[in-house]
């Protein structure tokens, strides 16, 4: 699993390739999954060994790169502990 990303009351849970629609919240999942994993946005977890790299506007991060070259939100209340996670 590389990630999780909120579907209404569902969740969408990412396995390379395949996506599998699993009912939860987004919370649900983040108290079941180990500390392999981060929450960036409101909407998205993410497994931290997929991050490759903070994309930024105007100085600021805004966006996260993964391996595959997916492009996702960073939210600003979760930017804070992945900054500090990542040493920046």
Do not use: C, W
């Given at each position: ?6 579907f209404?009351?569902y ?29 960036i ?15 930024s506007e ?8 993964l ?6 939100p ?15």
């Amino acid at each position: 699993m590389e990630r999780v990303e909120a579907f209404g009351n569902y969740v969408k849970i990412y396995f390379g390739n395949e996506r599998v629609l699993h009912r939860a919240t987004l919370s649900d999942m983040e108290e079941l999954l180990d500390d392999r994993f981060i929450r960036i946005h409101r909407s998205h977890i993410v497994k931290r060994d997929q991050l490759r790299k903070l994309l930024s506007e105007l100085g600021r991060y805004q966006e996260v790169e993964l391996a595959d070259e997916t492009v996702l939100p960073l939210g600003g209340h979760y930017k804070r502990q992945l900054m500090f996670d990542i040493g920046l």
